[in-house]
């Protein structure tokens, strides 16, 4: 893998049926975005759609937090990016934008992934070829500047 970091998805289109009643992109579908970048990038990193499968592996998302900063509609077209925060032998954190082809950032969504071995299911370690793979995308996204979004929590501000 060779991609500039962060990595940056595919260009998608915000569909016709994903508009809510108020005329822009429903909640549910800022997820579907995000989600088809980190397949993409799970693909990459060796856990991508056959993993089940062929290895008894698997991922789930124990958290995910969406922060949503401008409204998309209609044929908007985006971009995703994706950038490794931290991770550890069995667990990943990661920290996405998404960008309106413009250069505007509608989203962010941060996550805590956990790698699953199916028979349990349980949380177990990647296997050597994919932690080797998490560790260079991390060695890659090292550099990168600590994203100002990452760690916000949900609560309501109070004055003094």
């Known amino acids: 893998m060779t991609q500039a970091a962060p990595f940056m998805s595919s260009l998608m289109t915000v569909k016709p049926d994903w508009i809510d009643y108020n005329g822009h992109l429903n909640m549910a579908y800022y997820n579907v975005l995000f989600d088809s970048c980190a397949d993409e ?7 991508g759609p056959d993993y089940a499968k062929s290895r008894g592996f ?3 998302t124990a958290e995910f937090h969406v922060c949503y900063v401008r409204e998309l509609h209609e044929g908007d077209r985006v971009r995703v990016s994706f950038q490794l925060i931290d991770h550890d032998e069995k667990r990943f954190h990661t920290y996405q934008e998404l960008f309106h082809e413009d250069g505007w950032l509608a989203a962010t969504g941060e996550a805590l992934g956990l790698h699953i071995d199916m028979s ?28 100002e979004r990452v760690g916000r929590s949900v609560g309501i501000r109070r004055k003094g």
């Open 120 to 147: 349990g299911p349980k949380v177990a370690p990647f296997p050597p070829d994919v932690a080797e793979k998490v560790a260079a995308m991390a060695k890659r996204h090292a550099t990168l500047p600590r994203p």
């Open 58 to 60: 698997t991922t789930y």
């Open 41 to 47: 990038v799970y693909a990459e990193l060796g856990f």
